[in-house]
């Protein structure tokens, strides 16, 4: 029979052995914990990497759109930080009006013109493949918002038009159906491949009233600023899966 005497001579050994095993077990996840936190870090800095380079990508692809509409004597303005490209109001249309005046007319058809001759490199098409002068991109267009800007000043004397939110939704309508009509071919950019569920027209279009300035203040130029149609390019969110080096492919 085992005496009192010879349990204690153990214990301390099984106390050395419990604390020697806690230890181990705490080293173990405490470099578990380091793995994972290198894991996230790098994945981390490769999405960040991808969001720069996605923006890089935006900014050429605005830079060669309003440089084909400058070439052409069209005024055009870019906000690289929204990712837009921006016509004035007053080559559009008049004050108060959705249906573009002829010198309108002409620059969206110029504009047509600059997203057809453009676009290719940088999106995908219903049929056709991308052209054998591109660079291999890593990012692609998701969408294009073709918006509706007004000013601040009630609409009066237009039955059809009751406020500054028609406007501004009739004009980026127009002026999408116009562009549409001038390149059909327009209609056929998708925001992924041909045959993806997720694919979907590249275009569309909304209204924002005077809710969105770009000019704060109450004077005949600010407002002849806010008046304007915004072009926004917004690129594809990169995807778990992909990787810099990895195309768009039709």
Known sequence: MT??????????????SYYAS???????????????????????????EDLVTA??????????VAGYLRSRDVRAEIDLSAGVLRLPDEILFEKGRDEPKAEGEAALRILAE????NLPCYAYQLSSPRPAECSSYPHHVEA???????DSDPI??????????????ARASNTFRLISRYQPGLLAFLTEPAGSE??????????YGDQ????RGSGEDAKSRNRRIDIRFVMAAPKASATAADPPTQ
């Open 3 to 16: 005496s009192e005497t010879e349990v204690d001579a153990w214990a301390p050994e099984r106390r050395e």
């Open 22 to 48: 806690i230890t181990d077990m705490l080293i173990g996840l405490l470099f578990l914990f380091i793995i994972m936190l290198m894991y996230f870090a790098l994945q981390l800095r490769t999405t960040t």
């Open 55 to 64: 923006e890089e990508t935006r900014n050429e692809l605005l830079e060669k």
């Open 114 to 117: 600059a997203m057809t001759v």
């Open 144 to 150: 294009i918002f073709i918006e509706g800007h007004t």
């Open 156 to 169: 009066e004397g237009n039955a059809r038009i009751r406020d500054n939110w028609d406007l501004s939704a």
């Open 198 to 207: 997720e694919a979907r027209p590249l275009l569309s279009v909304a209204g």
């Open 212 to 215: 969105r300035p770009v000019d």
